[in-house]
């Protein structure tokens, strides 16, 4: 059931301590694009996002974008953020993340991922040993397979998270599988 769990859950990418991320060790971020950094099959950024973002960018943290969208969505999202990407990537399996870690040149202990996704983004990550990041979708539309089943998942894990059944530690736990 650990496989379930992000590290870490924020409602907003900006309330992600740069500064943290760097302490535990963390050199490359992986981003999931739908909800995570654009909202679903759309362009309009926000602002708050992208000051993140660059901020990010500043702090030299390797970046890049791995998503189960079209090859054009993603080349294009590349693009605004200036950041390589794998599209089409098959989260949650594993060869996804491999492929974005071989992509940046890191770690799994050196990589966090960012997602809006319990499913696809964390347990993946979770999985390929990142440190894994779970953020509240930008939007509430979204492909509706997603939401009818993917949702569900979030709910139960958000709902543990917030009954404190489980406890969010903002650090890498020891036994993490690697
Ligand atoms: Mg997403």
Redesign the pocket.
Known sequence: MKILYPDMYVSSLKEIDIQFLKDIGIKAVIF?????LLP?NSNNLQSDIIDWFYKLKEAEFKICIL?NNKRNRVINSCDIFKVPGVYKAGKPRRKAFLKAMRLLGTLPQETAMI???VF??IIGANRAGMYTILVK?ISKR?FIG?RIVNRKLEKFVLWRIKRKRVSIVKSRSPDRQM
């Open positions: 999931d694009l739908d909800n995570t679903w998503s997602g809006d996704q696809t983004d979708p979204e997603t």
